[in-house]
C-alpha cells in the first residue's frame, strides 16, 4: 500500500481488525482499510492497486464474509453509506448505504416490491453482488440501473446479468450506487408481507448469535439445511463454532471462534453431505484475505 504521506492516506487505516465488520465476528485485520471520502479517490485508490498490484476486497456490511485469521493483504475498500435520490418509482443509493434504508424509503415514498429485503442484513452494494433475495424475490429484479468503479473511471450500465445469488459484477468493478425501481400497489399487503417474514425469521433462525446467514446455496429441488441435519451435523461444534441447532444451514459464533473452526464446519458438512447423498454442497459466503489450515 502506498506510504501513509500518499496524497490518499488520509482514507486509509492500517492494521484494522475486520471481525467487528462482519457480522459473525470472525477473522484477522486488513492490511490497509480504505474508507474513500470521494468517488475519485475509489478510482485513484483502484488505479494504485492494479498499477502496485495488490489485492481488492470489498467489504459491504460483512454480512455474507468470513475473514481469514490471517488478516487480508492489500487493500479492503469499505464505501460511504451518504447519498439518496428519489424520483417516484425511482430510488437511488449508496452502495455503502444500509438495505434497510431501501425499505424505509420505499415506505415513505408509499411504493411496493422491495419487501423480500426486509431482514436481510447489509449493505445496498452486497445486496446487488450477492443478488440477495428469498422465495419471494431476488434484488437484481428491482434494479434499474447500477454505477460502477473501475481503474479507468465511473459509470452507469443498465443491468448485469444474474443468477441465484449471484450477479456478474466486471472483474475489477466496485458498485458504487445502485438505482431501484419500485412499484404502486396495496400498501396494507406490503406491511403485511414483510412482518410475516420478519416473524418466519425470528422462530427459524438463530439471529440471537453472530453468523452470517446460509452458508450454504440451496441446490436445486433440495434445501442445503436438510441435506446437512440428515447427516445428524445439527448442532455439532469445532471449536468455538457451531452448526446452529435450529437451522443446519448456519454457522453461529458461540464467542471467539476463528475462521479455521467455521471452515472446517463447512468442509464437514461438504463431505458428509457429500458422501450421503452425492450432492456438492456451493458455499454462499464469501472468503476474504488469508486462511490459516
Ligand atoms: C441474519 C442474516 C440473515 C440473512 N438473510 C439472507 C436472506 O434472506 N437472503 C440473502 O440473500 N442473504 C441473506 N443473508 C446474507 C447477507 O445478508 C446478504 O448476502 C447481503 O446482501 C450481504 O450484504 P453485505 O453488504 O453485508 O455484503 P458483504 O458480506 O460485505 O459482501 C458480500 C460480497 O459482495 C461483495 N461486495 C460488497 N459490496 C460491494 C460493492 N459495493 N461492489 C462490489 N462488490 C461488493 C463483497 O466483496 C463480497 O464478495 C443473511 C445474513 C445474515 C447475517
Known amino acids: 500500500m502506498p506510504a501513509r504521506s500518499h496524497p490518499l492516506s488520509r482514507d486509509v487505516t492500517f492494521d484494522v481488525p475486520l471481525a467487528k465488520w462482519t457480522s459473525v465476528r470472525v477473522g484477522g485485520s486488513a492490511e490497509a482499510l480504505v474508507k474513500p471520502s470521494h468517488p475519485d479517490v475509489l478510482v485513484q485508490t483502484l488505479a494504485i492497486a492494479k498499477r502496485e498490484g495488490l489485492a481488492v476486497s470489498i467489504l459491504g456490511g460483512g454480512a455474507n464474509t468470513l475473514v481469514g485469521d490471517g488478516g487480508v493483504p492489500g487493500v479492503t475498500l469499505k464505501l460511504p453509506s451518504g447519498g439518496e435520490e428519489v424520483d417516484g418509482d425511482l430510488i437511488t443509493l449508496s452502495a455503502g448505504a444500509p438495505i434497510t434504508r431501501l425499505v424505509?424509503?420505499?415506505?415513505?415514498?408509499?411504493?411496493?416490491?422491495?419487501?423480500?429485503?426486509?431482514?436481510?442484513?447489509?449493505?445496498?452494494?452486497?445486496?446487488?453482488?450477492?443478488?440477495?433475495?428469498?422465495?419471494?424475490?431476488?434484488?437484481?429484479?428491482?434494479?434499474?440501473?447500477?454505477?460502477?468503479?473501475?481503474?479507468?473511471?465511473?459509470?452507469?450500465?443498465?443491468?448485469?446479468?444474474?443468477?441465484?445469488?449471484?450477479?456478474?459484477?466486471?472483474?475489477?468493478?466496485?458498485?458504487?450506487?445502485?438505482?431501484?425501481?419500485?412499484?404502486?400497489?396495496?400498501?396494507?399487503?406490503?406491511?403485511?408481507?414483510?412482518?410475516?417474514?420478519?416473524?418466519?425469521?425470528?422462530?427459524?433462525?438463530?439471529?440471537?448469535?453472530p453468523n452470517f446467514g446460509s452458508v450454504f446455496t440451496n441446490p436445486p429441488g433440495d434445501h442445503a439445511g436438510r441435506l446437512i441435519e440428515s447427516v445428524q451435523l445439527k448442532g455439532h461444534r469445532i471449536g468455538n463454532a457451531q452448526i446452529s441447532e435450529l437451522h443446519a444451514n448456519w454457522i453461529v459464533n458461540l464467542g471467539g471462534a476463528t475462521a479455521r473452526d467455521v471452515v472446517a464446519l463447512m468442509e464437514l458438512a461438504t463431505t458428509r453431505v457429500r458422501d450421503s447423498s452425492g450432492v456438492t454442497l456451493t458455499p454462499e459466503v464469501k472468503r476474504i484475505g488469508v486462511f490459516t489450515p
Open 104 to 209: 424505509t424509503l420505499m415506505k415513505q415514498q408509499q411504493r411496493v416490491g422491495a419487501e423480500f429485503l426486509a431482514g436481510i442484513p447489509g449493505t445496498i452494494g452486497g445486496a446487488t453482488t450477492m443478488n440477495a433475495g428469498t422465495k419471494n424475490g431476488e434484488c437484481m429484479r428491482i434494479v434499474d440501473g447500477l454505477e460502477l468503479a473501475t481503474a479507468d473511471g465511473i459509470g452507469w450500465v443498465k443491468s448485469l446479468p444474474f443468477v441465484y445469488r449471484h450477479t456478474a459484477i466486471p472483474a475489477g468493478a466496485v458498485v458504487t450506487r445502485v438505482r431501484f425501481r419500485l412499484g404502486q400497489g396495496d400498501l396494507k399487503e406490503s406491511q403485511a408481507k414483510m412482518e410475516a417474514d420478519l416473524g418466519y425469521r425470528k422462530r427459524t433462525q438463530p439471529l440471537d448469535k
